[in-house]
């Protein structure tokens, strides 16, 4: 039986901050009355996927708010055999820890449920016999009692629907119950049941569009059917894009819109005054049936639905309930019908922009973001919505003799400028943008070497406010301030050649690999010797250090007041938020599942309290919420090398340009 061997998950997250990193709230906005928000612009969705899985796939199951605000309840489900579960578990959506807590009163899928009046209330259902009218009970979520294989509590039929229904969908409206939807394995059933206990049920009203699997949500004082299945109609057994609005009050029930797209086992739920639906299965001649990722927020004004985001993983039939401000996706079906580990959320967010407008649901919403794709030997630049804008080299902007292997690259002059290091060609270089114009190089392509004009592995070239550019030449142990009119060193930290970590003059770095400069003028550097990280004023004064617990740190970024961030360039990798006196603040490091990183150079935290970073040996770039651990954004299949849209081979660094060539991350180099 799904999961019944497995009592915990494996914890990936450690020291996982819960604080927003300073992200803005959204929405800043509150409903109305009616409960729908009075702001022009529904805030799009910021969707991500867990670092965590669980232990075992699920679909069709039931999933409700736990007794904690981080807790969740899963009830039943179809296992991957597709055999039915009867197993009662909770989450903790904050590190993945699963425990078996309860059984339900034999195998169950297809059901729908609520909370209500404290206890867990699971209606009908379908197991081998076929669909049933079954209402179950648990006391709470069953968090009184000690997680273990054998749990001594067991859920009680407390009552019966009027006929057996599977399928189904639940939703409260203050303490009413209502179901809505789903079949008795035959037929359809229209109507909607409203109960206050569980035990009795009225009819409120008569569905237009007989569906089951629809996603439902409550607005206001109204419910919002979307999609489903056909029973019984003219498309009977193909996705509806029925959008059905029924008033519990009048018994008044109609078709009020329609979907982009025919939708069956989606999933609903009102943020924040907000309806937003995801995920679910479509059909169309052309493909079959196929789980899609969009997003979608309705707007009740014109009754229609506006993309909001995307989901990681497309999925069908998860398990869905709110949290606070989120909504939680578990398990599902994906792609040919098998289900799923994975977890996602759904978060309401006006830094991923607006719903409706292209690039909703970015956490660069607005911006454009440069990839040093190296294995690929390219710069691309990405919109918002992930279309390549810009490129180099090309046709028009050819690489330079010898040719041309970015490892990082940074926007100067007001984004009228890319400066970019070749660490593995030992060159520097300086490209005009957009033309894609060579400007400047310094260094001998594929030929190291320490004396005036020579590199070794040079990293994280920037340029300073004065048009100096700065690098840090790994194998030479330095870091040095080129001129670039006169290609003349102006300025060196470190003795060449001495590879250690030494303060006391003549200074020595271990094999510095980050040369960040700070707002106030003064160098942010690491060293890969001794995983040190120093603070020098610009004539190379050094004003403290500190000795992190990472094995291979890289590239150093400022924060916030004694606020730092770093990356492990190790596998598993790890980032670490960190102050100067060696305080670890935040740590991110899982062992495994999608959320493992395997050589990460660099991570920036972006302006709304993201984290951006490039997965090295991932062949990915990914952004991070650091308030759940949640790959929130990806461009790049993971392990997956490739030059296509979509693809990258080993991107080792980016930098984000914002409108009148601003950029955000390093406002004074930029």
Known sequence: MLLALIVTAVVLVSSLATTSHGRT??????????????????????????????????????????????????????????????????????????????NLTGPLHDASGVVLA???????????????????????????????????????VTGQLPAARSDSSAVTIGNTAYVV???????????????????????????????????????????????????????????????????????????????????????????????????????????????????????????????????????????????????????????????????????????????????????????????????????????????????????????????????????AHHGSMIVTNEETKNVLAEIAYPSGKLLWTYGHFGVRGATPGYLNTPDDAYVLPDGNVITADIANCRVIVLNPKTNQIVTQIGTTGRCIHDMDPPIALGSPNGDTPLPNG?????????????????????????????????????????????AGYTKPGSLLEFTRQGKILFHYQPLSGPGMLDHPSLVEMLPNGILMLNDDHNDRMIAIDPATGALVWQYGITHTPGSAPGMLNEPDGFDILAPGGRTPTHTGTG
């Open 25 to 102: 709230a959204a929405p800043t906005s509150r409903p109305g009355a009616s409960g729908v928000l009075t702001t022009s612009g529904l805030p799009a969705a910021e969707a991500g996927q867990l670092p965590w899985s669980l232990p075992n796939p699920i679909s069709r199951l039931v999933l409700l708010a736990g007794s904690t605000p981080n807790q969740a309840v899963i009830l039943g489900g179809v296992d991957a055999a597709g055999s039915s579960a009867a197993g009662v578990y909770t989450l903790d959506t904050t590190n993945g820890q699963l425990a078996w807590v309860a």
């Open 118 to 156: 404290g206890h867990d209330v699971l209606f009908g259902g379908g197991n081998a016999g076929g669909s049933v009218a079954t209402v179950q009970s648990l006391p709470g979520t069953a968090s009184s009692q000690p997680p273990g294989s054998t749990p001594a509590l067991r859920a009680s």
């Open 181 to 411: 939807g789903g079949y008795d394995g035959t037929t359809g059933d229209r109507s909607v049941l409203a109960t206050t206990s569980g035990t009795s049920f009225r009819t409120v009203a008569s569905l237009p569009v007989a569906v089951r699997y629809a996603a439902v949500a409550a607005l206001g004082d109204h419910i919002l059917v979307f999609g489903g299945e056909d029973v019984g109609g003219p498309q009977t057994g193909r996705p509806s894009t029925a959008i059905q609005q029924i008033d519990p009050a009048t018994g008044k029930a109609t078709v009020v819109g329609s979907l982009p797209e025919p939708l069956y086992g989606a999933a609903a739920a009102t943020l924040g005054g907000v309806v937003y639906v995801a995920g679910g299965m479509t059909a169309s001649a052309a493909s079959g049936k196929h789980p899609v990722a969009t997003v979608w927020a309705y707007d009740p004004a014109t009754r229609r639905m506006l993309p909001a985001g995307q989901l990681r993983v497309p999925v069908a039939h998860a398990g869905m309930t709110v949290l606070g401000s989120r909504m939680w996706l578990v398990g599902g079906t994906s792609t040919g019908g098998a289900p799923v580990t994975a977890v996602q959320m759904v978060e309401p967010n006006r830094t991923f922009g607006v719903a409706g407008v292209p690039g909703a649901g970015s956490p660069y919403f607005g911006n454009k973001l440069l990839v040093a794709d190296e294995g690929n030997d390219r710069l691309l630049l990405l919109s918002d919505t992930g279309a390549i804008v810009w490129k180099y080299p090309s046709a028009t902007a050819p690489a330079p003799p010898g040719g041309f292997s970015a490892d990082d690259a940074f926007f």
């Open 522 to 566: 003064n160098i942010l550097v690491s060293e890969i010797n001794g995983s040190y990280v120093d603070e020098f004023t610009p004539s190379g004064k050094p004003l403290w250090s500190v000795h992190l617990p990472i094995s291979y740190p890289s590239d150093p970024q400022q924060i916030g007041p004694n606020r730092y961030l770093i």
